[in-house]
Structures are given as structure tokens and as C-alpha cells.
């Protein structure tokens, strides 16, 4: 369900809804950070009149704040600016105290606010669900290592742990980071051995059996890569992780960790006598 509240500007100009009511909310212990997962609307490219999320909206600055629905206890996440991106998920980062964060770990009911065009106009939304976890992922990995080469591949290196999470088709893995006011996702897949067949895990394994995941080439990944490439050589203390989301008889649990180094691989053996070259972290033997 959803509720928008509407500013005109000008005679006969107003948005239709830009996000999706499946948008949701997720958040973990270990940051105190809750995320907004807005979503795109489905029917967006089906908007023929004043498509303004099309026309007007895509660069604009949108202010975006949560609340929980709390008499006794209410609480208002600060607001944040983000840039609008049509037809594409947007996820907005919302800092909380730990005070705060402990109150709604346990909230099944929120919404979000959003300003657009500098406050003219507010639109309040109820959330689709909220997945908010104690989960204590630091535990699951030993080591968890990024490695990139120059003909494009990316793969995350893990030593595990064993932690209750099943390899199934159910898990969703992806790399994730900062693009100024964005996080970017990029989708990740276990491999099955050494990822050279190109062949990867769908079936369900041991999660401490699981050693390798890999970037998939697929329609569109190319140009994900290539702003994270630019986003990394502009700032290399930009906040990358390694998620894993799944699902336990309907609660959804997100597993986060930054990690512990970054390494580009010179395949092509420019530098004969080290191959690697540390971009972030610590290279242990």
C-alpha cells in the first residue's frame, strides 16, 4: 500500500510512482546502518504520459528519511540525499546509534519519505519488508580476498568458516560499493573447482566448501565493471564488501564483510617478478 502526497509544478505537471511497493529495508548489528532498497516500479518503461521519472527525474537530488511506526519509542533515521537513477535500484545508506539500531531490530513495519526538486514535493511510502539481522558475519571467513586481472575477470578468494548458510539457488551473492551518493551491486557466483570451466555451484553444498566466487560476463556486467574499476582508482578507501543474502523459512538474513585486501593481477606478466600488486590490505603468504 501506498500513500503519496503531491506538489504540483506548474498547471498539469506530477510524477507517477518511480519505485516499486516491494521496495524494502535491511540493515546489520555490525554497522548500525540501515539501507533503503528502493526499487524500480515494474511497469516504468509502460508509463506513457508524463513519465516524469523518465524525462525530469534521472540526476536530480532526492531527500530520502525512514521512520518507524513507534509511539513509545519514535524514531526518525537522519535524512540523506541521493541522485536518481531511472529504472534502476537505489540504495540509500542510513547511519544509526547502536541505541537505536537495538530498538528496531525487531520492527515488522516502516516507511519512507522522499523529497524531490528541493522540497517541493513529498511522497510518503510504506515499505514492502524489512530485513533487519544480528547476524555475525565477520565469523564466517577466515580471509576474504578481491582479485581482478587486466583481461577483466574479478573473483573473491575465501577462506570459510562453517557457518549455517547453504550454497543453493537460493543464495544471493554480490560484491558491493560506494559510487558517490549510490551502492552498486555486482553479482557473484560460487564456483564449482578453480572457475576455469566457467561451469558454477547451483546445487546445494557445504558453505565451508566453497573457496572461490567469480564476476559472470553477462549482458551489462562490463560497464558495472568499469565504474567500479573508475570508482576504485579514484579512491581506494571506498567501502567494498562481500554479501551474502538467504532466506531461512521466510526471514532474510544479509552477511557483510568488508575485505581484507584487494589485489590486482598482472596475467599478462608486465612486472616478471611480482605478478600481484597489492591495491588495498596486506597480502598474506
Not at 515488522?108 to 555475525?136: F, H, Q, R
Not at 559472470?216 to 565493471?225: A, D, R, T, W
Not at 605478478?275 to 598474506?284: A, D, E, F, M, R
Request: charge should be negative.
Amino acid at each position: 500500500m501506498q500513500i503519496i502526497y503531491i506538489v504540483l509544478l506548474g498547471d498539469a505537471v506530477s510524477f507517477s510512482d518511480c519505485f516499486s511497493p516491494k521496495s524494502y529495508i535491511s540493515g546489520d548489528e555490525l554497522t548500525n546502518q540501515l539501507q533503503l532498497h528502493l526499487l524500480p516500479f515494474e511497469s516504468l518503461d509502460f508509463i506513457v504520459s508524463e513519465n516524469l521519472c523518465k524525462s525530469y527525474l534521472p540526476g536530480k537530488i532526492v531527500v530520502a528519511q525512514i521512520h518507524f511506526d513507534d509511539i513509545s519509542f519514535p524514531i526518525a533515521a537522519p535524512q540523506i540525499k541521493f541522485a536518481y537513477v531511472y529504472n534502476k535500484e537505489i540504495i540509500v545508506n542510513f547511519p544509526l546509534s547502536l541505541a537505536d539500531f537495538t530498538h528496531v531490530i525487531d520492527k515488522e513495519n516502516a516507511m519512507y519519505e522522499l523529497w524531490y526538486d528541493i522540497n517541493l514535493i513529498k511522497a510518503n511510502y510504506s515499505v514492502g519488508s524489512i530485513v533487519l539481522t544480528k547476524y555475525n558475519g565477520t565469523n564466517c571467513f577466515q580471509k576474504l580476498e578481491l582479485v581482478y586481472t587486466v583481461n577483466g575477470n574479478m573473483d573473491v578468494n575465501v577462506i570459510p568458516n562453517k557457518c549455517q548458510i547453504t550454497i543453493d539457488s537460493n543464495l544471493l551473492t554480490y560484491i558491493e560499493f560506494q559510487d558517490g551518493l549510490i551502492n552498486n551491486q555486482l553479482q557473484i557466483f560460487p564456483c564449482v573447482s578453480d572457475c576455469s570451466t566457467s561451469e558454477y555451484q547451483h546445487s546445494q553444498t557445504s558453505f565451508d566448501q566453497i573457496t572461490k566466487y567469480r564476476v559472470v560476463k553477462i549482458p551489462g556486467i562490463e560497464n558495472q565493471l568499469q565504474t567500479f574499476y573508475k570508482r576504485f582508482v579514484e579512491d581506494r578507501n571506498i567501502r567494498i564488501s562481500f554479501n551474502l543474502k538467504f532466506d531461512t523459512n521466510g526471514i532474510y538474513t544479509i552477511v557483510s564483510r568488508v575485505f581484507d585486501n584487494i589485489i590486482a593481477n598482472d596475467t599478462r606478466e608486465c612486472k616478471k617478478n611480482d605478478k600481484n600488486l597489492i591495491l588495498y590490505g596486506v597480502l598474506n603468504p
